[in-house]
Structure formats: C-alpha cells, structure tokens
C-alpha cells in the first residue's frame, strides 16, 4: 500500500496562508493568451473578446470522493484536475483556466501538499490550462479540494443536454465500466492489507482498471475529432455517474425516450474478465458504475455516416419520442426499464 517515504516534514504553520500560496504555485506557467492576469491578486481577469466562457465547479472529500489509502496524493491532484475538465469538454468547449481551493486538517504536512500539487500541476501541463487562483484553509478532519474550471467556446458550438431529438442517435467514446472495477479491485487489497500489512499485491492483471480509477483522462481530444467529422452534437453530458443516470439527465433535459442496446456496450477485456472473476454482472456495472469521464451524446441520424466504424465513438442506442420511456434492450431482444442506480453523492 502506499507508504510515506520521505521522513521531512515541514509545518504549514511556518509558512503562513500567503506564504503557502507562493510556495505551492510558483511553478505555475501561463499558457493561454486569455489570461490577463493569474495568481496574485483580489481576482483573476480573463479577456475572451467575443468568445463565450463556460465555467463549473466540483468538490472532492476525502472518505466520500477518495481514500488516501490508496490514493497517491500526486494522482489526486491530477485527477481532482480532470474530473472537473470532464464538465467543460461535455459543453464541447475547450479548458482554458482552473481555480483550486482545498482545505486539510494539521495531519498533513507542507510535504503531502506538495505532492498534491505537483498531480494539479502536471495536470495543467498536459491539458495546457492556467491554474489563475483558490483559497487554502484549515479543516477539522481530513482533505477537502474544490476545483472550478472555465473553458471557452464560440456560441455556437456549444452543446446543452436538452437539445436531443427523438431520431436522434447515442454515442459513447471510449469504453466503460473499467473505473469502477478498478476501485472494488483497489477496496479489495485494502481488506487484505488491513487483515495481513505484510502482503504485497500483484496488480499486474488490473493495470488498465486501476489507472481508469487512479489516473483519469479527460476526453479533450473529442471537440476537434467532432469538428473535423463536421458533426456538432444535438445534447451531451460526461459520465461521471454511471451511464444510465446520464442518459436519464439528456432524456429528462430532452424530453425524449431512450433505448440503449446492451450487445453495443464498450467493453475493454480487462474490465469483462474482472467482472467474472468478482461474480458481478458487466452489464450492470458499465451502465452504472460511473467516474469514467467519457462524452455521452447524441447526433442526428444524417451524421450516422460520418461516425459508423469510428475507433473513438460507439453508437449504443438511440432516442424516442418520449411516451416510449427508458429502455435496456438486452442481447435476448427484450426491454428492461432503464433505472439510475449509479454514483448520488447525496445517498452514500
């Protein structure tokens, strides 16, 4: 399990909040000519000219969203960083500038923070963002990190989740499921290493799972796949919980009906395997395990041509008209009503 190899600690308390500041964002390039003005003042000022900005905002608590028994903090920070690019990508806008506020308890170190942020800042180089500000303060127990993103797109390319027609196709990039088995694999070694500390894991059979949940990507690269297809979605969401209660926003957003066809599921093998192994069904984990962080989203039946045998879409349903309700269409050609059983942070 992961073990703090580095003895140094050093006291947040010596530095103080600004100090802190400067100590953990120093690094911080500027890479978007928008951004006027980044760390070091009351505010940020971006300059979008006629563009339109898109902005949201996620929340990460730990024993809710994460489990530092397992998570590094450097994967941490890089995926607090993507989980919230994920949103401005399903806008089909591009990231430009992230805010990070997080807030720790005094069990960590200056050291642990600097790993937080060497995963936030690695995240900012691959995804060429600007971090352009946050806030940092003290919790009573644990870590809580808040993200806010702002993307950019012109008015007319951005996609909303009600604008899906009753022809309209659903497409998925990627696969999915995989993130979600990687974390049952990741809360099963916890149990064994809480029973014998002495184990050592071998998790040369689950590499792609464990990195589907460790160590996300956000699916920037779909916006310029999109634009040079000439296909611009009619709705589109990310899936951060589980399938099914996706396609449930596009369709409540909508106001249409849905069948998703079971047999057209993106599958990775690992994932299929590691289903059977655990004695869990794949269908029900892929529609509703969540943290994927693909694009969902539909198109017009005129642009099938245009998308069919692309390796980085898969077409797994289409909607109706909305008295048909939200179906499963499962291998055996039957329909099953289509539930939400995925991630409600609310619920856990």
Known sequence: MIEDKNPQRTSIAQLGEFGLIDHLTKNFEINQESTLKGIGDDAAVLDFGTRKTVVSTDLLIEGVHFDLAYMPLKHLGYKSVVVNLSDICAMNAKPTQITVSVAVSNRFPLEALEELYEGIARAAKEYKIDVIGGDTTSSQKGMIISITALGEADENEIVYRNGAKATDLLVVTGDIGAAYMGLQVLEREKQVFQVNPNSQPDL????????????????????SLLHALEIKPTAMIDVSDGISSEIMHLCKQSNVGCNLYEDK?????QFISVCEEF????????????????????IAMSDFDKIKGNPNFTIIGHMTEPGEGLHLVTRANTKIQLKARGWNALSE
């Open 204 to 223: 040369d059979a689950y590499t792609y799972l464990i990195e589907r949940q460790l160590k996300p990507e956000a699916r920037t690269d779909i916006r």
């Open 279 to 298: 004695n869990i069904d794949s269908t029900t984990i892929a529609i509703n395990g969540g943290e994927d962080y693909e694009l969902l989203f539909t």
């Open 265 to 269: 599921l993106p599958l990775d093998p």
